[in-house]
């Protein structure tokens, strides 16, 4: 499993990603890091929280995601750093632990706002 980390509040892309502290600014610049095609689980963690959302911007105003292979056990997740996968896997909220948590319902609006969830 790879962790790799984004930070929109960070000055430039000059970190390498393998911490939030050296996390890069863009999305597109983590995704720049990963192996074409992807052979494990990675992990793109955003900062920001759902009680505090961040926002992310582009320098080319889009993120392509086109070019993303997964094969044998690829996944590609680009998550909220909150997430808790114990929560998540116990159908209870990945954010607070709380009630049971329909993935397909309706989202809090800062998490439909500001992240993007999704395996590929």
């Known amino acids: 499993m790879t962790n ?26 983590v995704l720049a890091l990963l192996p074409n095609p992807i052979t494990d689980q990675t992990i793109i963690n955003l900062a920001g929280s759902l009680a505090s959302p961040k926002t992310y911007t582009e320098t080319s105003g889009y993120l392509d995601i086109s070019d993303i292979r997964c094969t044998g056990n690829g996944e590609l997740i680009i998550r909220p750093y909150d997430w808790n996968d114990a929560n998540y896997t116990g159908d209870l909220s990945p954010f607070t632990g709380g009630a049971s948590w329909d993935p397909k319902a309706a989202k809090p609006d800062g998490l439909v706002k500001s992240y993007a969830s999704a395996i590929f």
């Open 4 to 29: 790799l980390y984004c930070d929109s509040a960070k000055a430039d892309d000059s970190g390498d990603s393998l911490s939030m502290g050296n996390a890069k600014k863009h999305i597109s610049a």
